[in-house]
């Protein structure tokens, strides 16, 4: 029997899963930033004494952290510094020379995490074909390490024009820096992120600096913790690309692990599709801030390598550090049950991305709170049954969310609460339709032919109003939806993911060039895999990034398996073309195809990953013909619909009340632990076998 | 509950739904475009309409220049086109400067979107083209003929189907046919996704037209303005700048009146149009002043027909601000993008802590042409146009932004992209140490760029540069930006407009503009200024 136990330590809340066979336990505590290995270390404890089991008896242990991220929004990270070419010493200042707000006279740009002073030229250039103009200044080099020592740094980036295409002064650097002082922990550009555009590139691999010596530190110190506790299993670390890598590989290339939680989330959502057979999902996570929306297409999420970090307007593109690493691709807004409506100068409903956080939290808290959230609009529409609230523990105070909403919201539009209430509701339901619809044309893709698999406390509660904004007829709630991004862990396979430029045109394709290319990163690729992976079938996917020369979007398109021959060219020309004319519409007769970056992934399916927790394969759209008993009500509330603004009597269900095979038809609510499913008038449930709640529209 | 109450969330959703859609319109075209100056850095626009031609949303993108010049070209549309003869499929295109957004090289399409048979919105995009034909991308013409093709008010679809003659046309005036012919195809796409999306929104509300949130969205909008206009004092405040300008200095003049919560701009007393393709289209010279506005009275509030209302703006017939056909205008944004400048040192006057000092304002984009080894569909010229900033100017409670654009919202370009598809290379791209105006908040940095041949040819290089000779002015005690410079290293100083060459082996040396200081710097925050110190951004002795 194997047992596998899931670490995710969010922002707030950790939260640790352990499976063996068909059992889970799971556990939430709060996230102990200041001791963070300590913090799994008793979370670990707890959650082997609630399962009755020992360290000896894990066979597995998967684990992802927002430790380097933290590292990068409070500015902790090691003292770093950038080795750079002479004359592009302010490439991480000058950025994309933009404001990421057009009115706003007064923004701020993130500083960059290596200060002017720490930014070190050296003579060296290569050209964009990769030929040495300049060949690199070793004396150059030699003569920074007293300033590096000087100004005590700790960590360095080397990244130089163009490395991308030749690494081997970046290497030389290197070399040099590691025989003078073998402590400096360096990351080259060239290894880190290795496409084109300067700014993405050397701010990837300064970030990558910038969290190293304390990932490493935190690594290897989880590492003897986790020796001396008892545990004698491998311990795999989850990377923003949704895939699971070996410790070591991890303190090779920290900057892989940020936001490993929300692409847990998304591997969560991928097994809810599979086991559903629904090859075509949007994931809807919503939590108290934001909310973050995946496009799964073949039940696979959509993959990027565009990503920000350290955004200074929240949620607001173009105002954070960009990260060009392959992640899982996901919009997020700042829309949560935590987060604030108010009027703006034209008496607009806005809401967010100011959050109420737990402290003081929505008005129907009563902690103090007089501003209303989009929590306490749910209380006001009936959404959330008040003696169930967080399974009876906690009283709320719905007079207070009337009175902040009447405030706030009501008497500038001379409306009542209850009005007030459906538009905060349809205010963030309609930001949320629009992020997902956007996210969707980007891709090509038609949001209504998609399944939304909503999880996050306050998920259930807008799914269904998404889903008709959106054209949607089917919502799923999976069971422990609240633990999503662990359990998503446990469902993660081992790989690793590269992109490389190399530029080619289609007309002058020759495989030579791409086949060596693909060798050296499945190499690399093969390291990392097999360091987690020791054995066992691996999967290949590699991707041709192209567009018509001149255009700035490169498409991804996938490249045939194995040895390429000169007839890809012909392959690669025909795909892209239905690629492109899938999302645009058009082809675009005679003109020049490109291929800018080529990417590879590899993975390692672990055995069981993917296989349900109760290792139910008989399929689930089964349902059983026997008619279950009609489930047990446990009361009737006023449910008011957003559309007609009208009061109905509803009834209230729990969840674990409801069993397999049963239908029935909204308007209703099923409370649990830490949710409520919003089933309004138009949709029916029913239950899963797996235990997901299916909430579908009449047709 | 109220039916009313219903009402004003239904609007109120709707709204935030057709800002959506032109959202949604502008993401197509840039994910589309073939300019590489749409594509990389956002000179686009997109917008919807109501029947009477009224912009009701329009996306947030890089381009200023055309805000409401943009909507100003569908009133133009609809008087050439009457909509009782317009059909479902129809698209309309022009370049005209006067009645689009200042040039040849912004085309502007239109196309009427119907519902159950009805005519019920318009929608409109404009993007720049990389080549319309003629002299290129700068200053040197002296009518608009010389600038390339010219576009009419024209039918270009009917019914769905393209004009083949119109296409050949233009195919046949531009060095580079296929783009501009997939640029044309990549703007009517957007407004075809435009009317899509609005289709389904009009069917989802349950509403056969767009009246209703027409008037709910152009009467929030202006009263919103309007009431932030009535905060400020009324009056006439006025302001004066010398720019470079091509053959000689000009001199800008502006009377800002605040009015019965309207703002009114003038340009009477600027210089008269020129010879040189620096003149501005009064429409154009709307469009940057209204920006200017927009950003320091009432910057929340979407640009539509209503709060684009309340700013007037108006400058004598045949001044360089309002340019008279046939005038040059190609490089109108140099002149154009300095007069949000102006709109700021007349309400420094009133709100001297919501507006910043003056700026480097002007894009400093470099163009060059030459010979290329790297040749695709045969061509053996190549074009480039790399865009780079100064800096902007310093805020009351902050110093400018270094290296940043504003007004325009464009990106910078990328050295490494610059060089994959140019046979240019770049031996420096840093900021320029001193060249930020000091004050109690300083200006932000400018630039020094460095370039020669990649493979030892002579490049043209096609200048439009401004603030050379006039540098962008402190306030209030503070010292005025360092001016740009434009010189062969170790060599020849270069004019900052005009077509120029750059020989084989010499190395081209760009110095952009600082912004201006404010306040006086003895007034600076010691730690601020040993920052600037320890940085380099200023020498010590500064």
């Keep these: 029997m194997t047992a596998a136990i899931a670490v995710d330590i969010g922002g707030t809340f950790t939260d640790i899963v352990l499976e063996e066979g068909s059992r889970r336990v799971t556990i939430k505590t709060p996230t102990t930033p200041s001791a963070p290995a300590e913090g799994v270390m008793e979370g670990l404890s707890r959650v082997l004494g609630e399962a009755g089991l020992s360290a000896s008896d894990i066979t597995l242990l998967l684990h992802g952290t927002t430790l380097a991220t ?49 930014r070190f030229a050296v003579e060296e250039r290569v050209d964009v074909y990769g030929n040495v103009r300049t060949p690199l200044s070793e004396a150059g080099v030699k003569t920074l390490v007293p300033q590096l020592e000087a100004a005590g740094v700790k960590s360095v980036a080397v990244a130089y024009l163009h490395g991308y295409a030749n690494d081997a002064h970046e290497q030389r650097t290197a070399e040099i820096l590691y025989d003078l002082c073998p402590d400096l922990s360096i990351s080259l550009a060239s290894k880190v992120s290795p496409e084109i555009r300067e700014y993405e590139r050397f701010t990837t691999a300064s970030a990558d600096a910038y969290v190293k010596p304390l990932m490493r530190r935190y690594l290897a110190d989880l590492d003897e913790r986790l020796h001396a506790a008892g545990f004698s299993c491998p311990t795999l670390m989850m990377t923003s690309g949704g895939g699971l890598c070996s410790l070591s590989s991890a303190a090779d290339m920290p900057i892989r692990l940020v936001e490993s939680g929300p692409a847990g989330g998304a591997i969560f959502a991928r097994t809810i599709a599979e086991d559903l057979d629904l090859p075509k999902t949007l994931s809807f996570d919503m939590g108290g801030t934001t909310a973050k929306i995946c496009l799964l297409s073949e039940f696979r999420p959509q993959m990027s390598r565009d990503f920000e970090v350290d955004r200074s307007e929240r949620y607001v593109k173009g105002s954070g550090l960009p990260l060009r690493i392959p992640v899982i691709e996901m919009v997020e807004i700042g829309a949560g049950g935590g ?122 509660l807008h799914a269904c109003r998404l889903a008709q904004k959106l054209g949607i007829a089917r919502v799923v709630v999976p069971p422990d939806a609240g633990v999503g991004s662990a359990v998503g862990f446990l469902r993660a396979p081992i790989s690793f993911e590269q992109v490389k430029s190399l530029r080619v045109l289609i007309s002058a394709f020759e495989a030579e060039a791409v086949n060596e290319l693909f060798g050296h990163m499945r190499q690399d690729a093969l390291a990392v895999v097999r360091a987690g992976a020791p054995d066992g079938p691996l999967t ?86 026997a008619a279950a008993p009609a489930p047990k009500t446990l009361e009737t509330g006023i449910l008011i619909d957003p559309v007609s603004g009208k009061g109905r ?34 949709f029916f449930v029913r239950v899963a076998p797996s235990g997901a709640l299916i909430l579908e529209a009449q047709p | 509950m109220t039916d009313g109450s219903l009402d004003e969330i239904r609007s109120q959703i709707l709204w935030n739904r057709l800002i959506a859609v032109v959202e949604d319109q502008a993401t197509v075209l840039l994910r589309t475009a073939f300019s590489p100056i749409v594509r990389e850095c956002g000179d686009l626009s997109t917008g919807v309409f109501d029947v009477s031609g009224r912009m009701l949303a329009q996306a947030v993108t890089g381009t200023p220049g055309h805000v409401n010049s943009m909507a100003a070209a569908v009133g133009h549309f609809l008087n050439h086109f009457p909509p009782e003869t317009m059909e479902e499929g129809d698209i309309f295109i022009t370049n005209d400067p006067w009645m689009g957004t200042g040039h040849l090289n912004d085309f502007t399409l239109c196309t009427p979107c119907f519902f159950q048979g009805q005519l019920v919105a318009y929608f409109a995009c404009t993007s720049h083209i990389t080549d319309v034909g003629g002299l290129g991308t700068g200053p040197d013409g002296t009518d608009l003929h010389m600038e390339g093709l010219s576009i009419p008010m024209l039918k270009l679809a009917s019914r769905g189907k393209m004009d083949s003659t119109a296409l050949a046309f233009i195919r046949a005036n531009t060095r580079q046919p296929v783009e501009t012919e997939g640029d044309v195809y990549s703007l009517a796409a957007c407004n075809d996704v435009g009317c899509e999306r609005l289709q389904a929104t009009l069917a989802e509300f349950g509403i056969d037209n767009l009246e209703g949130i027409a008037a709910f969205v152009l009467s929030r909008s202006e009263a919103a303005v309007e009431s932030a206009i ?86 004598p017939v045949g001044t360089v601000l309002n340019a008279r056909y046939p005038a040059a205008v190609n490089s109108r944004h140099i002149i154009g993008q300095i007069l949000p400048d102006m709109v700021f040192g007349c309400l420094a006057q009133i709100i001297p802590d919501r507006v910043p000092a003056e700026g480097a304002s002007c894009l400093w984009n470099l163009t060059f042409r030459g010979n290329t080894d790297r040749a695709v569909n045969d061509a053996k010229l190549f074009t480039i146009t790399a865009v780079t900033n100064g800096g902007t100017g310093a805020r009351p409670q902050k110093d400018g932004l270094s290296a940043t654009a504003y007004p325009s919202g464009v990106r910078g370009t990328p050295v490494e992209i610059n060089e994959s598809v140019a046979p240019l290379l770049f031996h420096r791209k840093e900021l320029r140490a001193g060249s930020a105006g000091a004050g109690r908040t300083r200006g932000g940095l400018g630039q020094v760029i460095e370039i020669e041949s990649a493979i030892g040819a002579d490049v043209e290089m096609l200048a439009a540069f401004d603030r050379v000779k006039f540098p962008a002015r402190g306030r209030d005690g503070g010292k005025h ?60 002795g500064d």
């Design chain 2, 230 to 315: 009535k905060e400020l004092p009324e009056g006439t405040w006025r302001y004066a700048m010398t720019v470079d300008g091509y053959e000689e200095p000009i001199t800008l003049n502006a009377a800002l009146q605040v009015a019965g919560g309207r703002v009114n701009v003038d340009y009477f007393g600027t210089s008269e149009q020129q010879r040189r393709a620096i003149n501005v289209p009064e429409i154009y010279t709307a469009a940057y002043t209204s920006f200017g506005l927009a950003c320091a009275i009432a910057p929340e509030v979407p640009n539509n027909a209503g709060s684009l209302g309340c700013y007037r703006v108006s400058a």
């Design chain 1, 339 to 460: 987060s604030i409506a108010k009027l703006d100068a034209m008496r607009r409903i806005q809401v967010g991305p100011d959050s109420a956080g737990a402290d003081p939290g929505p008005a129907a808290f009563g902690k103090g709170g007089t501003a209303p959230t989009v929590s306490d609009a749910d209380i006001v529409l009936g959404r959330v049954p008040l003696a169930h609230f967080a399974g009876g523990d906690f009283t709320l105070e719905p007079d207070r969310a009337v009175d902040a909403l009447e405030k706030t919201i009501g008497a500038p539009l001379a409306i009542d609460a209850t009005a007030a209430a459906i538009g905060v509701s349809e205010v963030v339901d309609e930001a949320m339709a629009s992020a997902a619809r956007r996210h969707t044309i980007e891709r090509g893709f038609d949001a209504s032919d998609h399944t939304l698999v909503a999880f996050g406390g306050a998920a259930p």
């Design chain 1, 540 to 625: 290949e996917r590699r991707t041709a990034y192209m567009r018509y020369v001149g255009q700035g979007h490169e498409i991804p398109v996938p490249v045939t398996d194995g040895i390429l021959g000169d007839g890809e060219a012909q392959t690669l020309r025909t795909t892209y073309e239905a690629a492109y004319a899938r999302q645009f519409r058009r082809v675009i007769p005679n003109a020049e195809i490109e291929v800018l970056s080529w990417g590879l992934a590899l993975q390692a399916e672990r055995p069981g990953a993917s296989v349900g927790v109760d290792g139910n394969d008989e399929g689930d759209e089964a349902v059983s013909d």
């Design chain 1, 70 to 118: 933290n590292a990068i929004l409070e500015r902790k990270g090691a003292v770093t510094a950038l080795v750079t070419t002479a004359g592009f010493r302010d490439v991480l200042e000058i950025g994309y020379e933009t404001r990421f707000d057009q009115y706003d006279l007064m923004i701020e740009k993130p500083a960059p995490l290596v200060p002017r002073p720490l």
């Design chain 2, 481 to 540: 930006g360092a001016p740009g410079r434009v010189f062969i290293a170790g060599g020849r100083e270069l004019q900052p407009k005009g077509t120029q060459t750059v020989k084989a082996g010499e190395k081209l040396v760009i110095f952009t503009p600082g912004g201006g200081g404010l306040g006086p710097p003895s007034e600076r925050d010691p730690a601020a200024h040993s920052d600037d110190v320890a940085a380099g951004y200023v020498a010590n």
């Design chain 1, 649 to 682: 009597e509803v009834p209230l269900y729990q969840r674990e009340n409801l069993t397999e095979g049963s239908l029935l038809e909204g308007p209703l609510l099923v409370a649990e632990r830490q949710t409520t499913t919003n089933v309004p008038e138009g």
